[in-house]
């Protein structure tokens, strides 16, 4: 890999002024691969996509080809596309970026999607925060129903697609792709029970497909080289390139597009600047979002940024939030306030995580206020594992896996936090 | 058909068959506390897990659809630890206050608590509290108790049919209460939260630390309040019932009862005849008196005069087929006298020259099948009310899709789906139905009119109701006969489908079939001559060409009742009373005979379906009081001719060989008897339309249309202190136009006079009462006098 010339599909343009307008993105070759698509076959473009090994970039890490190819073909009632962009995992801003620096690919990515799903309807569901973001994705989608890329006969083809914009209204549940829907439909956004999954029954009961703005936004650029172009970057299982936000005690905190594959040393150095106070004073990394497990610094000397290597490290790659913790962090207290977000957050319904994310929640911001016990840190394993795999939606593994993964790695603090009522780092 | 696994044991069910309910065929329960069979599903409680071969985490089993080969256990390891898990998760923010806790001992936290749960909390933390809501009169909250199941929300939302349940906020702050703007519950379901609920959340309120469960004996019955035939369960302890609760029956009720099913009875003890009373050879106020005394006394009077001289009408409501069999016996046999009837509030007494049958008069869609229905036609009827179970069943179709119709003076509050009203004035009801009839074929006329037909004609199931208002309509049978047409042109009166239902109040259903109706005997055989009807009774006794008058379980304050009665003692008609409540009228009669009610003694109950169901003794009754068929038995010692039963038993075998449906061996069998089962057709080959009198429209007429109160509309409901509380304030809702005309404002009392009688309420504008109609109800418009000739006529003045 090269830092001179990273390959650069999802963030090609956010550098020009005026990204997020339809000239600039038409002199960068917009809206050219949608007008190609439109020449294949949809059953053409799954298998494209497919090739390409490309896998969801919301956090799950699902294949998207297949996910599109579950979508059944026949289908009496309506089928939707909606774009998740709720962005809500503490750490992460990639979509953001796309969102207000260039809406018109991600526009082009949805047409593509939903011509290849048999879409004539897509919702994009924007983070309630995200207020200029949304305001410059309307534009967009007018400027794009102005100029036919929207709307009854897109490019004179005949292919229908509509493309709305809703706004949430601040809950993090809302990320979860079935709260998000019924929060579409109106209603309180709580997850529902699957099965069924939303390719079968999604909003208003017909097949839906659900994709991160990433994830779409990657697609023109897929289509556009082809799947095995992207296939060949990056590694095995995580091919392409992926949107990693730093955060945290970096030098030069922001999004990176890199391949796959990349080591997190490389990422952090190369890119970030540098662990603030040098790679010594590192002391863990987060490297999917709060809800992935922290990695030592031992870890982190060897991990490479790909779904598979993170995973044998111990954690996940999530939505690809890499926060940085120097010596000067009390993993006890960032884990409080982790938990206290997932406490929050918790929609409610299901009994593990209703009960179970206050519980933790108390019992680690007790330990971090000097209130330890003894047993305390084994009950909150236990407490991990009686939620881990228990609820409705993946918010209470993400609750869980946070306090598990910081135990794990750093046990020796909370041992000192509850026999010293006090933190070893000050 | 899928074949699985269920701890061993091999099972073979329908496709889509939860694990939950594949276990549960096997017998094998899982502890569940969201799932509920009548409710949708919410997966919430995380309760039901189990483990499933081949997948990695536990599945809900409630809501996992079976697959062919799945190997299921229900008691591993895996779901040990999981089932621990999410029962100490339950508890630790629970108040933990069982011995004050009225769930006590039938609460499945508890229980499961006791089963599954570890024994001791580990939670050293802050709880959480939550605030209580007033929920009305009928449900007692402790919030803190919820475990967030959301069975009371998705009850009020999708079975009710009111959203007034919900949770605001997230996470462990996430409280279950009525939805904000919303305070006590309307709903006439409402006691049914306290059932669902399976903690201690929701509790009934008039039940409120007066018992506990396991000292109450359980006894299985009917409900009486209405012609649904509600399966019940009533508590009791030492002679007294504590609550009344809901019984399964899928077929009847579901899982469900509505409150004055639950509520009424607190009125069985108030205001009771105690003992037999007279008034004095001398005259004078009635003095207590023997049994023997005033039995000999109502065999004197019966004897003094001739049998032709005599007449008997009994109420419907409360009554066992016993007493209505024994009563009808005794006059027809006994006494020797034809006239009598219980259908007191009729009008239109047309078809007792055809006469009516069985199937003409009770339902012939099973309440069952009513879900089926794809378009429901209500004439007269306001289902809510008048049977809140049976509008439970047409809400599910409506929300099925069918469409829903509505034929009558004013629109309804029937949480139906769908709804279109045709809103007329009285009177005018045959003539619309005559237009969609017309319509039906030529698809022309009047815009509504073309809408039913167009219904009507795209229907394959379509249903008719015709409810109270028409069935004491002035023009009952000509509304009843266009019905019959109609429906005849739909293709609709047909084995397979049979769209023809009239709705039917308390017990009548029981005094038909059983002959309390001068035209018919029991069992429906021809008489050789018919006698008088209610309406013929009453005036002749106010003539005083009746003699002596002799009242079984009437409602002595309903309004027609009372005037017609103080007319007859006018007219120096004596008036026997046997029944169960005092009230003014009762101590203006010549003899008292003090019965039993419901509860105190076997009655058999005929639904509207036409099921004959028996319900058993509960309690006692006031000490000198008798059971009523007993007290007939007793007095017909006095005459030459005994009524020929000494026990219930030969009782119900007399019934039985009557009518089929009465047979003790099929009653006392222990299946639920089937619905509809009529036997013979509805009457065929009728002229229809050619007699109506539609009322002259008048201009500046004003119909003042009656409606009974749902919560207090017999004796019995009216003396329950809970159904009183429910008791909505008493308005006369009236339209915006005629508002405007009269200069009312919303709020503005007014006067409503009638035939000399005046009554003053509140008034409340509302724009879907047709221009013409006052609407009120009957407890505040007493005064006025009964409808007994037709719609009330009156003025209106602003005070
Ligand atoms: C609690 C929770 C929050 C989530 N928040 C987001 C989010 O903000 N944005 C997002 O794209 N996916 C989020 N996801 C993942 C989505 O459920 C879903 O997997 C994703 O949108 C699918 O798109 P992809 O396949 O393109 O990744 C969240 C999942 C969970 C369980
Ligand atoms: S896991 Fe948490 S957020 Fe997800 S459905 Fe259950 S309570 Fe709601
Ligand atoms: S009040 Fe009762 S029924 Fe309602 S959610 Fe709470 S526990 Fe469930
Ligand atoms: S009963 Fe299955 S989750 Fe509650």
């Known amino acids: 890999m090269n830092q001179s010339a990273p390959v650069q599909i999802v963030f090609k343009n956010i550098h020009k002024s005026d990204s997020h307008t339809l000239p600039v993105y038409l002199e960068g070759g917009g809206y050219k691969t949608l007008a190609k698509v439109l020449a294949l076959t949809p059953e053409a473009v799954i298998e494209e996509v497919k090739k390409s090994g490309i896998r969801g970039r919301g956090g799950a890490g699902f294949p998207t080809g297949i996910k599109w190819s579950f979508i059944p073909r026949n289908s009496p009632k309506p089928k939707y596309l909606v774009c998740n962009a709720d962005e809500g995992e503490p750490g992460t801003c990639k979509d953001r970026d796309i969102l207000r620096y260039d809406p018109h690919l991600l526009i082009e990515g949805m047409i593509i999607s939903a011509f290849a799903v048999g879409s004539e309807r897509g919702y994009i569901y924007i983070r309630g925060e995200f207020n200029l973001e949304s305001r410059r994705v309307e534009q967009a989608i007018e400027e794009a129903y102005a100029k036919g890329y929207l709307g009854d006969n897109i490019l004179g083809k005949g292919v229908r697609f509509d493309l709305a914009v809703h706004l949430g209204a601040g809950a993090y549940v809302c990320g979860e792709e079935t709260a998000l829907l019924e929060s579409l439909e109106g209603k309180k956004g709580q997850p529902r029970v699957k099965p069924p999954f939303p390719a079968n029954v999604g909003l208003w009961g017909g097949p839906t497909v659900i994709n991160n703005v990433e994830t779409l936004a990657s697609i023109p650029g897929i289509m556009e080289a082809g799947g095995a172009w992207y296939a060949g970057l990056g590694v095995e299982k995580s091919s392409g390139t992926k949107i990693f936000s730093v955060s945290g005690h970096v030098n030069r905190p922001g999004n990176h597009e890199v391949e796959m594959g990349i080591s997190l040393r490389a990422l952090l150095e190369e890119y970030a600047g540098g662990v603030r106070g040098g790679w010594d004073n590192l002391k863990g990394v987060i490297p999917g979002g709060s809800s992935s497990p922290i990695l030592t610094r031992e870890a982190c000397e060897t991990v490479k940024m790909d779904y598979d290597s993170i995973a044998r490290a111990g954690s996940m790659l999530g939505s690809g939030a890499v926060i940085v913790l120097d010596k000067s962090v009390c993993v006890v207290r960032a884990l409080a306030r982790i938990s206290r977000f997932y406490r929050h957050e918790s929609c409610g319904q299901c009994t593990p995580c209703r009960e179970g994310t206050g519980w933790m929640a108390q019992i680690v911001t007790r330990i971090e206020a000097g209130g330890g016990r003894a047993g305390d840190i084994e009950l909150l394993e236990e407490l991990c594992g009686n939620i881990s795999g228990k609820t409705i939606c993946a918010l209470g593994d993400a609750a869980a896996m946070p306090v598990a993964g910081a135990i794990r790695a750093f046990r020796e603090e909370f041992v000192y936090h509850v026999e010293h009522g006090r933190c070893m780092v000050e | ?799």
């Open chain 2, 1 to 799: 058909m899928p074949t699985l696994i269920i701890d061993d044991r091999e099972i073979t069910v329908k496709p889509g068959t939860t694990i939950m309910e594949a276990a549960r065929s096997l017998g094998i329960e899982i502890p569940h506390f969201c799932y509920h069979p009548s409710l949708s599903i919410a997966g919430n409680c995380r309760m039901c897990m189990v483990e499933v071969e081949k997948m990695p985490k536990p599945v809900i089993s409630c809501a996992m659809p079976v697959n062919d080969g799945m190997v299921v256990r229900t008691n591993s390891e895996m779901v040990v630890k999981a089932r621990r898990g999410v029962m100490e998760f339950l508890l630790i923010n629970h108040p933990l206050d069982c011995p004050v806790c009225d769930q006590g001992g039938e609460c499945k936290l508890q229980d499961y608590a006791v089963k599954y749960g570890p024994d001791r909390s580990r939670f050293q933390d802050k709880k959480r509290t939550v605030p209580n809501y007033d929920l009305g009169p009928v449900i007692e909250t402790e919030m803190n108790r919820c475990i967030h199941c959301t069975r009371c929300i998705r009850f009020s939302t999708e079975v009710a049919g009111v959203e007034e349940m919900g949770a605001i906020f997230r996470g462990d702050h996430m409280k279950v209460g009525p939805c904000p703007g919303h305070g006590p519950l309307t709903s006439v379901l409402a006691g049914n939260l306290a059932e669902l609920c399976p903690v201690g959340a929701l509790n009934l309120k008039p039940f409120h630390f007066q018992a506990r469960g396991w000292e109450l004996s359980k006894t299985e019955g009917i409900c009486e309040h209405c012609a649904v035939g509600c399966h019940i369960r009533v508590d009791s302890m030492e002679n007294r019932i504590y609550r009344i609760m809901s019984r399964q029956c899928s077929s009847i009720n579901l899982d469900w009862l509505c409150d004055k099913g639950r509520f009424a009875f607190e009125g069985m003890t108030e205001g009771r005849l105690q003992v037999p009373m007279m008034v004095p050879e001398s005259g004078g106020p009635q003095v207590e008196v023997t049994w023997n005394q005033a039995l000999d006394r109502v065999a004197a009077l019966i004897q003094g005069v001739a049998p032709e001289e005599v007449a008997g009408l009994a109420g419907s409501w409360g009554q066992g087929g016993e007493e209505l069999y024994a009563f009808q016996d005794f006059l027809r046999h006994v006494v020797g006298t034809p006239h009598l009837d219980h259908r007191l509030l009729r009008k239109d007494f047309s078809p007792d020259s055809i006469p009516l049958l069985r199937a003409d008069l009770m339902l012939n869609t099973p309440l069952q099948d009513m879900e089926r229905a794809d378009a429901v036609f209500l004439i007269g009827a306001g289902p809510r009310f008048e049977m809140p179970l049976l509008n439970l069943r047409l809400r599910k179709a409506s929300l099925n899709g069918a469409s829903v119709w509505s034929l009558g003076p004013r629109h309804l509050l029937s949480k139906l789906e769908n709804l279109e009203e045709a809103i007329v004035l009285p009177g005018e009801e045959a003539d619309f139905l005559r237009k969609v009839l017309n319509a039906m074929t030529t698809r022309r006329g009047p815009k509504a009119a073309v809408a039913w037909a167009n219904a009507l004609r795209k229907a394959q199931r379509p249903v008719f109701l015709l409810g109270r208002f028409a069935v004491n309509h002035p023009n009952a049978e000509t509304l009843r006969r266009l019905v019959l047409a109609v429906l005849g042109k739909a293709e609709a009166v047909e084995p397979g489908w049979n769209g023809y239902n009239r709705m039917i109040s308390g017990n009548g259903a029981g005094a038909h079939d059983l002959g309390v109706v001068p035209q018919r005997g029991p069992g429906y055989t021809k008489l050789g001559r018919r006698g008088m009807n209610a309406r013929e009774i009453f005036e002749q006794s106010a003539l005083g060409k009746i003699k002596v008058l002799f009242l079984m379980g009437l409602d002595m304050e309903s309004d027609t009742v009372v005037e017609y009665l103080a007319a007859a003692a006018q007219a120096g008609t004596k008036i026997i009373f046997q029944g169960a409540f005092h009230s003014a009228a009762v101590d203006k009669v010549d003899v008292v005979l003090p019965g039993l009610v419901h509860g105190e003694k076997f009655s058999t109950l005929t639904n509207c379906e036409g099921r004959v169901q028996r319900s058993g003794r509960v309690v006692h009754g006031p000490i000198m009081a008798k059971e009523d068929w007993r007290i007939l038995r007793a007095l017909s010692q006095r005459f030459p001719q005994e009524l020929p039963y000494d026990n219930l038993q030969e009782l119900w075998e007399a019934m039985g060989r009557e009518d089929r449906h009465y047979d003790p061996a099929v009653v006392d069998s222990g299946e639920i008897p089937k619905a509809c089962d009529h036997g013979v057709g509805l009457t065929e080959g009728l002229e229809c339309g050619a007699e109506v009198d539609a009322e002259e429209n008048e201009t500046d007429r004003l119909v003042l249309i009656l409606e009974p109160s749902f919560y207090r509309d017999t004796p019995m409901s009216r003396r329950s202190s809970t159904m009183t509380k429910l008791d909505g304030v008493e308005v006369l809702r009236i339209s915006g136009k005629e508002a405007k005309k009269h200069k009312i404002v919303a709020g503005d009392r007014v006067c409503i006079e009638c035939n000399g009688h005046r009554v003053e309420v509140r008034t409340v504008v509302d724009e879907r009462v047709k221009g013409g109609v006052l609407l009120g109800t009957r407890e505040a418009m007493r005064e006025l006098g009964g409808e007994k000739d037709g719609f009330l006529q009156v003025t209106l003045k602003v005070l």
